[in-house]
């Protein structure tokens, strides 16, 4: 429980410090420092288990089939580490209280400061490597929050953005890496992996893992080829860089190497990979670090050089140089932050990190020049400073490595010299040289006394470990060591002197290099005033980044414009074609056989489906250019439809099928209207195209496929006798279970009633959406011009006066006259439905063309202000009604829908058979009533808008009984 | 019979009933149509949460319950049905239609009529899709939510929605037509529309009514992978969804999944017995489509210049990710597959009502201005040197940034939350076939799940930094309670998705293990028994 606390506090450290009102400056620094410390000292209690060789485990399941727990393991390895993470980040903290300025968002910054530190102590302790990757793209996140502190400055913005792509993609790199590696040993457990090298190494897998996991590891380590995003990091505060790049993130990278070296390393491909971009890294990033003129970039530089000497002795593959490894981090990571905050220091007080104004701020802050001369010598690997100590057993490596190679001690001694030249160059150039006077923008001083002291701790901790490491850092060295390597633990000793040696002399040699080259490049070449880095500085990792994330997205943009389209014909063409190829291909692997022949032929059958199809193709083919003339021939194509029923003997969806054809063709007229005129190539100008035409036949032979494709189907659906087992049923139970003779209405009602009742639903649906879509709609100003076909009868009439008195005087009388006949013949289809052809919907229809009839002849306003219909209320009672009938079925103990029949005895028409089918046919009737008159309504009042501007003239004030209300 | 026993029926009746009442109360009652609304969506709430309970009960492959519309018999009659995976996608259709419908009330709600009852009519249809077990009903509740849809889509009217929306009604009419016609060899096949029927009648079918079946199967499914939002046939998705109002296109981010949802069904009917998975050539190509519209979602991503166009495409990639785990076929990679489901859905739901309240933030010109910036910062420009003092953030400018992250994370399925678990389960699926090896294919896909999520985060930073962090100043977020709380309740049920995944995980692979026998199932469902009449009691 008590390891589940150095995790979690942090995190629950960072959701109270969010909360905290801006202005509480010390409240949050003191609850991230209290923080930090208790996560220190829990980790501290844990040492005497840790000394005692035991291994602190935590675990929670939590995706347990995919082999996902929250698993907690501190193993002395594991303990260094966290007490690094956790000890570095109290410094950090105490630092940062100072070095932020007042009117900074302070929550913001220890908020994602506590949740990074949560995140690292998360990486290293997990037990489980998914968690693992799960916290390590949690310290990319949170970093970039951290670099981008200050986003209002472009280079935060930058340096943050390419941290976090750099740094993600190697750790979703990283995951997949881990996720084989889990697979291959069969879970992800890190105790289990860790038991299973051999297994990994022998596995045909291993090369990819490997791969991977160093991806992972050298993006966020900053290794080369990916260093480049860690000196424009150093946008971030300096707090942040203290702590990401000494001790925290940057050390992940390495961090990984370390806890999977006892099963990735030793191997060739292993030590090459690694080797050589810890070797190459080492080398350039010190050449680089020599001449940057920015105190940061200097140490980002450093700290990358740095990095690449940990990759390189993990790369060797050598237990005592994974050991030297180890201990390099630790000194480095002491060494490093203090730098950093010495930096900051100077930043903070001088108001300016250029090398070439800085200098001889010995004499104006002396204490805290001698602690950053101490922990630059450190750097550099001066004798009884811990830089030495590690330093010497990385030259010891290097000279044992391989038998007789002598560039890798060569290139030891060039990465040694080039060190001591950027510590000499820190040293010198700021520190010494004449007084300021005037030309910093601050007068430097002296800190506050609390924003040095962590830099005092550090630097007291370069130097005990420099003098006594025996007693100091070699007990729990040792511990890590043993956690690290299990089984390939060395013989080694941690002590200042080994004698007169190899790594003695490599030592003193690059201590003589670099000083003779420090002094070569300022007085011969003139470092100080270099701007750009020699040999190196086209090598721009920054740039090509750039140009590389310019370069894919501008490929997206191509592919996408190339290969999708907004547009409707090339998406119409796509949905056809597929359907086309996956049905053909569907009946090409295994065609039909067809088990019927054909029999008969009907003379007068096949004459009408000529004509139909003449028409459908007709239309198809008029569609484009003469939209009524479609219209005219589809309608034609249904009637003939409608007629294939009756003459199939299914004269209910004759009827139904006719109504709709007339309901629906007459209101499609009323909006074809006001759809704008075609434009011929004589108006616009345009000729179609060679490309054009192209087009046209290529979606032409399409449309053609695929009518034969849906013939060919019917043909087959035909030909071969399918089941029958519904079919048999409906007709057999019809009239004893559904109470009808009209079976095709007891379908509908009954059997399938339900469909029924969500087919007028949409139907209801569709005419809300229509109402509300028109309701507001002002048509196109090219179609508000009365149409030519109108100009002749009513010259200079306003619509609305048309609206009012009606457009034909004489048909409107005799349609008035018409009218209850139309409602008797509606009632009349909608009673005897049940058991003759007729029914709700068809009623409904009925009706509607009577009230079309009305709306036309005796215009808009005219018959509003008569009739007042309320299409709402029409519509939903008729779904409701439907519904309650539906329901009514629970009272009786039924499911839904299910029907009855009740027997009254009424006064005058005596017994009568009342199926709640009945009830449910009233509800259809209403609903079609009620959503074909608002579509209607919708239609009706476009004419009454659109021409109120066009004529001159008092607009309609027939506002009476709410007959406007539809305008 | 009591209330209890018609629970598989609410999900339909409620939003209807709801819908029929708000059609009948005058536009100017706004606060009547309002709480009628919440009432009915919080209802569907509590009635789809009974029901995965009632759902997860069951201990074999029958299903839960089997409401027998009419009382007719299987499957003379149309059926509902109600197991694991129809009361879970009813509960994430609930607790997806809250927060959109509260979010809508805060404004969206006055920019055109009838939006309540159409939202309503929307749940009717996407609820009736999941529920039934009959494939004519299905394309009749695929009507009723496409037909909803369509006056979603364009309510608030405008030229751009009604451009979007009209090639949105076209292209659905088309697809519409072609499910009628897959529908119809189904149906000349087997001589059923019970889905159940249609299942176990493959067994015993003839060679001319299998291939017609296949075929009907085939046709139907483009269909499904229109609605799914499948290359090439999804073009029509990023411009429509991007158009319309923000609680009509958070809760779209459901539509995609009834397509995905539908395929999982029609699997489950033409699947042959003891061969569970089975259809390997299908598997094979859906799989293909599958990635090939992961790769161009994720050069869509990387294409996209606004964030609307992003929430869009990301549903694409979903589409692309769960028929990926759908065509590998094994129950691991189902159950990872419906897990993803739950958090895209809920993630980009959220994002899309994240991305209204994102906008207003903006002010005039600073989209241009910021792209400005960007394009010197690109060039290497030096910019005049900002002092080194912090912006602070305003709470609520702090709430949208946040949310906006968690959503980046939850969409990209970086790690810590459940889109990463959701991808990670995917990969262990990929990384354990049916059978045999580990192909080329799989390591393709593996490449394909993370690149998606690569492209994805470099967009949304892009964007993101482009929103918060580049202009000086943003408008005074005027963050109305009502419309932080919806975004922050889809994500915390993200993040409640990231604590539970064990649980959550548990259930769907109950969910699996039932829909991996299919026949099983089937056979359960023809066995229902309608209620005897009272002369048969007797």
Not at chain 1, 104 to 111: E, G, L, M, N, V
Not at chain 1, 539 to 546: A, N, P, S, T, V
Not at chain 2, 24 to 30: H, N
Not at chain 2, 117 to 142: C, K, P
């Amino acid at each position: 429980m008590w390891l589940m606390l150095i995790v979690l506090l942090p995190f629950l450290g960072s959701l109270c410090v969010a909360f905290l009102p801006s202005n509480s400056k010390n409240w949050e620094a003191w609850l991230a420092g209290l923080v930090a410390a208790a996560s220190t000292v829990i980790t501290l209690c844990y040492f005497p288990t840790i000394a005692s060789n035991e291994v602190a485990t935590l675990r929670y399941e939590w995706l347990p089939t995919y082999g996902l727990n929250f698993s907690l393991r501190m193993d002395g390895f594991a303990w260094l580490f966290s007490l690094l993470v956790s000890g570095i980040g109290i410094l950090v903290v105490l630092y940062a209280r100072y070095y932020l300025s007042e009117k900074d968002p302070i929550p913001r910054f220890f908020a994602f400061f506590l949740a990074f530190m949560g995140a690292m102590l998360g990486i290293v302790l997990s037990g489980n490597v998914i968690q693992m990757a799960l916290f390590w793209e949690l310290t990319s996140l949170v970093s970039f929050m951290l670099i981008g502190y200050w986003h209002h400055r472009a280079d935060a913005r930058r340096g943050a953005r390419m941290s976090l792509i750099v740094t993600a993609t190697g750790g979703l790199c990283l995951l997949v890496g881990l996720v084989l590696m889990g697979h291959v040993v069969g879970s992800y457990e890190l105790s289990d992996i860790l038991s299973s090298g051999d297994v990994l190494r022998e596995h045909s897998w291993y090369l990819a893992i490997l791969v991977l996991v160093a991806l992972g590891a050298l993006t966020k380590s900053a290794q080369f080829p990916f260093h480049f995003w860690l000196p424009r990091a150093m946008a971030a505060p300096t707090p942040v860089s203290a702590y990401l790049h000494s001790a925290t993130m940057v050390k992940a990278g390495v961090f990984l190497l370390m806890r999977f070296w006892p099963v990735l390393a030793g191997t060739e491909a292993w030590s090459y990979i690694i080797g050589f971009a810890g070797l190459i890294t080492l080398v350039m990033g010190a050449f680089v670090a020599i001449f940057q003129q920015d105190l940061k970039g200097l140490l980002a530089y450093s700290t990358i050089s740095h990095l690449g000497l940990i990759t390189l002795l993990l790369g060797m593959g050598t237990p005592l140089a994974a050991v030297a490894a180890l201990f390099h981090v630790l000194n480095h990571a002491t060494f490093k932050a203090s730098l950093f905050m010495a930096a900051g220091i100077i930043d903070h007080e001088s108001g300016t990190r250029d090398l070439r104004q800085l200098t001889g701020l010995r004499k104006l802050m002396p204490i805290t020049a001698t602690l950053a001369m101490v922990a630059a010598a450190a750097m550099a690997g001066v004798p009884l400073l811990n830089g030495f100590l590690s330093k010497e057993m990385f030259f010891a490596e290097a000279a044992g490595f391989g038998s007789g190679n002598t560039w890798l001690p060569t290139l030891a001694v060039i990465a040694g010299a080039l060190s001591v030249v950027y510590s000499l160059r820190f040293i010198t150039e700021v520190f010494f040289g004449p007084v300021p006077s005037g030309e910093l923008p601050k007068t430097p001083k002296e800190p506050p006394r609390w924003m040095r002291f962590p830099i005092e701790m550090l630097v007291v901790l370069c130097i005990v470990v420099g003098t006594m490491p025996g007693v100091t850092v070699a007990p729990a060295l040792n511990l890590a060591v043993h956690h690290m390597l299990g089984a390939y633990t060395p013989e080694y000793s941690v002590q200042i002197w080994h004698g007169f040696n190899l790594p003695l002399l490599m030592s003193v040699l690059a201590f003589g290099f670099g000083l003779v080259l420090y002094f070569l490049l300022q007085r011969r070449y003139g470092i100080s005033r270099l701007d750009k880095v020699p040999l190196l500085h086209r090598l721009d990792g920054q740039r090509e980044f750039e140009r590389v994330l310019l370069a894919v997205t501008s490929f997206a943009v191509r592919v996408e414009e190339k290969l999708t389209s907004e547009r409707l014909q090339p998406q119409l063409f796509w949905l056809l074609l597929v359907t086309l190829v996956v049905g053909g291909l569907t009946v090409w692997r295994s065609p039909i056989e067809a088990v019927r022949s054909p029999i008969g032929f009907e003379p007068m059958f096949a004459v009408l489906w000529i004509v139909g199809g003449v028409c459908a193709v007709a239309a198809a083919y008029q569609a484009k250019h003469h939209r009524l003339a479609a219209l005219i021939l589809m309608s034609a194509t249904g009637i003939v439809v409608s007629l294939t029923f009756a003459l199939f003997s299914a004269p209910d969806l004759a009827l139904t099928q006719a109504a709709v054809e007339v309901v629906t063709t007459v209101l499609i007229l009323l909006g074809l209207r006001w759809l704008p005129k075609r434009l011929t190539p004589d108006v616009t100008g345009v000729k179609a195209t060679l490309r054009d035409y192209r087009r046209r036949i290529r979606d032409g032979l399409l449309a053609v496929a695929i009518g034969l494709g849906m013939a060919a189907t019917t043909y087959m659906v035909l030909m071969s006798a399918g089941p029958t087992k519904l079919t048999d049923f409906f007709i057999q139970h019809a009239l004893p279970e559904g109470g009808g003779t009209n079976v095709v209405n007891v379908i509908l009602v009954d059997f399938r009633g339900f469909d029924t009742f969500g087919e007028i639903t949409v139907l209801g649906v569709v005419a809300l959406t229509i109402y509300a879509l028109l309701r507001r709609f002002r048509p196109a100003p090219e179609s508000i011009e009365l149409p030519a076909q109108r100009l002749g009868d009513i010259k200079n009439v306003a619509p609305w006066q048309l609206a009012r008195r009606g457009y034909l005087a004489i048909p409107a009388i005799y349609f008035r006259a018409l009218m209850p006949v139309l409602v008797l013949l509606a009632l009349y289809f909608l009673y005897r439905g049940h058991n003759l052809p007729g029914g709700g919907f068809v009623a409904g229809l009925t009706l509607t063309v009577a009230l079309v009839l009305q709306y036309m002849v005796s215009g808009t306003l005219w018959i509003e202000a008569k009739l007042r219909i309320r299409p709402h209320q029409w519509l939903g009672s008729g779904i409701l009604l439907a519904l309650l009938t539906g329901v009514g079925a629970w009272l009786f103990g039924y499911p839904f829908l299910t029907s009855h029949t009740a027997v009254v005895n009424l006064p005058l028409l005596g017994e009568l058979h009342l199926p709640s089918a009945f009830l449910f046919d009233i509800g259809v009737f209403a609903l079609v009533v009620g959503a074909s008159s608002l579509l209607l309504i919708a239609l009706a009042h476009q004419s009454l808008r659109s021409h109120r501007r066009h004529f001159s003239g008092k607009p309609p004030t027939l506002r009476k009984r709410g007959a406007m209300r539809w305008s | 019979m009591r209330l209890a026993e018609h629970l598989p029926v609410l999900p339909i009746l409620l939003p209807l009933a709801a819908a029929m009442v708000l059609a009948l109360i005058s536009e100017f009652k706004r606060r009547t149509k309002i709480t009628i609304s919440v009432v009915s969506a919080v209802l569907q709430l509590m009635v789809a949460a009974t029901l995965v309970v009632q759902a997860d009960g069951v201990a074999d492959a029958s299903p839960a319950a089997v409401y027998l519309l009419g009382n007719w018999a299987p499957p003379f009659g149309i059926v509902l049905l109600v197991d694991r995976l129809s009361a879970l996608m009813l509960l994430l259709t609930s607790v997806l239609a809250l927060p959109a419908l509260v979010f809508a009330i805060a404004r969206w709600d006055r920019v055109g009529v009838h939006f309540y009852g159409l939202f309503q009519l929307l749940l009717v249809g996407v609820n009736g899709a999941f529920l039934t077990n009959d494939l004519f009903n299905l394309f009749v509740f695929f009507e009723i939510m496409l037909a909803a849809s369509y006056g979603l889509l364009l309510h608030g009217s405008g030229k751009a929605r009604v451009r979007a929306g009209l090639r949105y009604i076209a292209v659905n009419l088309v697809s519409s037509s072609i499910f009628l016609v897959g529908v119809g060899l189904i149906y000349a096949a087997s001589g059923s529309l019970n889905m159940a029927d249609i299942t176990v009648a493959t067994s015993a079918m003839s060679h001319n009514e299998y291939t017609l079946l296949q075929a009907g199967a085939a046709v139907l499914a483009v269909a499904f992978l229109v609605k799914s939002a499948v290359w090439p046939l999804n073009f029509w998705l990023p411009t429509s969804y991007g158009v319309a109002v923000a609680p009509v296109a958070a809760m779209f981010s459901i539509m995609t999944k009834v397509g995905v949802y539908s395929l999982f069904r029609l699997w489950a009917i033409v699947v042959p017995e003891e061969n569970f998975p089975g259809l390997e050539t299908e598997a094979d190509w859906l799989m293909g489509l599958a990635m090939l519209t992961l790769f161009f979602a994720s050069l869509g991503m990387l294409a996209a210049q606004d964030l609307r166009r992003m929430a869009g495409v990301s549903i694409i990639a979903s589409t692309g990710i769960l028929l990926a785990g759908m065509s590998l076929g094994s129950p691991n990679a189902w159950a990872a597959a419906l897990y993803y489901l739950l958090v895209s859905t809920l993630a980009v739901g959220g994002m899309f009502l994240l991305i209204d309240l994102l906008e207003r933030i903006r002010q005039f010109g600073a989209d241009l201005l910021a792209v400005t910036v960007e394009a010197f910062e690109a060039e290497g420009m030096v910019l005049p040197e900002q002092e080194e003092v912090g912006v602070a953030i305003p709470a609520a400018l702090a709430f949208l940034g946040m949310s906006f992250v968690i959503c980046g994370i939850l969409i990209t399925g970086l790690p810590p939350l459940s889109g990463f678990l959701a991808k990670f389960s995917l990969l262990v699926a990929t990384l354990n076939p049916v059978e045999g090896a580990v192909q080329w294919w799989h390591w393709l896909l593996i490449a394909l799940v993370i690149g998606s999520g690569l492209t994805g985060v470099i967009t949304l930073l892009r964007l993101g930094i482009r929103l918060f962090w580049v202009p000086e100043s943003h408008a005074r977020p005027h963050l109305r309670i009502i419309e932080a709380a919806p975004v922050a309740w889809l994500l915390s049920l993200c993040i409640v998705l990231t604590v539970a995944a064990g649980p959550v995980m548990g259930y769907l692979e109950r969910t699996v293990a039932t829909l991996s026998f299919p026949h099983d199932t089937a056979r359960a469902v023809l066995d229902a028994a309608p209620v005897p009449s009272p002369e048969e009691v007797r």
